[in-house]
């Protein structure tokens, strides 16, 4: 596909984390020029020798001015990948980037929406909220325009790790919240990165605005049943939870001051099963070329964690 929009050079902080490869990939296999800013040069240059990498200081706006001005050159895009929680050291970057001229910025969202109340009143999504309002504010501002990319949950991430299902069965049980039969959405890492880099040759389609990929939408209840089919020997142990008991609990402890990360993902399940916002209730997919998996590809993607 031509890149009619002209945007060629493209900024990526924070490559290191689980994203970063997969955006990368689909970046080059579209031919976009890359650069790349990292807290730690020395890691990224051995993870990504072919790319040129420059160091960031995220608590210095004025040391990230100077790096874009002085090493990086002129960007058309930069994209964030940032840890959710370090919410300064992207609004410093997306300072230096204003004042650097970098005219679109893909923000740290990746998940779901931040707009809506239910999600708002929970601590844990503070600093998520604090960045994406300085995004919108900013680009209505007409300081730069900015595509947020919203894809529920990392689907063979969160299978690796045993989130919604502990695939390899017996020890730690698994958490099946609100009876396990809600529907979210769910999006593999690769069609992320396929997401990212479609919406930067599509820029002006996709400009001030927040859309929504997922690869497939599933249920608790269907993965542990894929589980089972696969591997009806195993035992998978899962605890049921109510996510408004849990809110609820969390809540409790964190008026008593206390604001550590158990507290905070006490919290984290509400808004996608309690509240149901981890469906989404409609999707960029086909602009963004994503396309959704059949219930059988679901099943095999489990297979591969079992
Ligand atoms: N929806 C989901 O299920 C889901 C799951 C996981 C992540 N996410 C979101 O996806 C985005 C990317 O996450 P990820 O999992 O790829 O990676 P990550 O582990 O969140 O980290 C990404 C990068 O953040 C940078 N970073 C970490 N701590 C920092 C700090 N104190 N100051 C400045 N930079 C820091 C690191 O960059 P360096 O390269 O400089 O070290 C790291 O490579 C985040 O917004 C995250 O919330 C969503």
Redesign the pocket.
Same mark, same amino acid.
């Given at each position: 596909m031509a890149n009619e929009n002209k945007i060629q050079k493209v900024l990526v902080?924070?490559?290191?984390?689980?994203?970063?490869p997969t955006i990368l990939k689909h970046l080059k296999e579209r031919n976009f020029e890359v650069t790349?800013?990292?807290?730690?040069l020395e *890691? =990224?240059q051995q993870s990504f020798p072919d790319l040129r990498a420059f160091a960031?200081d995220?608590d210095s706006v004025e040391q990230l001015q100077k790096v874009l001005k002085d090493d990086v050159g002129k960007q058309d895009a930069l994209i964030?990948?940032? +840890?959710?929680? +370090?919410d300064q050291?992207?609004i410093n970057l997306m300072d230096a980037a204003i004042a650097a001229g970098i005219p679109h910025i893909i923000p740290?969202?990746?998940?779901?929406t931040s707009r809506t109340p239910e999600f708002r009143r929970l601590p844990i999504w503070n600093s *998520?909220c604090r960045m994406e309002d300085y995004v919108v504010e900013k680009s209505e501002a007409g300081a730069f325009t900015f595509t947020g990319i919203q894809?529920?949950?990392?689907l063979d991430?969160?299978l690796e790790k045993g989130?919604f299902l502990n695939p390899k069965g017996g020890d730690p049980p698994f958490m099946v919240f609100d009876g396990g039969d809600v529907p979210f959405s769910? =999006?593999l890492m690769d069609d992320i990165g396929k997401a990212v880099a479609v919406s930067l040759l599509k820029v002006d389609k996709f400009r001030n605005k927040f859309v929504n990929i997922q690869s497939a939408v599933i249920t608790q209840n269907q993965l542990a049943r894929y589980a089972k089919e696969l591997a009806p020997d195993r035992e998978f142990k899962s605890i049921p939870l109510d996510t408004a008991v849990l809110e609820k609990a969390a809540f409790e402890r964190y008026n008593a001051g206390d604001t550590g990360p158990d507290v905070m993902y006490m919290f984290m399940p509400r808004v996608t099963f309690g509240n149901k916002l981890g469906l989404f209730d409609h999707v960029d997919n086909e602009e963004l070329e994503v396309e959704q998996m059949t219930e059988a590809q679901v099943k095999e993607l489990v297979g591969r964690y079992i």
């Open positions: 902080a924070g490559p290191n984390g689980n994203l970063g790349l800013l990292t807290r730690n *890691k =990224t960031a995220y964030v990948l940032i +840890e959710r929680n +370090e050291a992207q740290s969202c990746f998940g779901i *998520k894809n529920g949950s990392f991430w969160a989130v769910a =999006t």
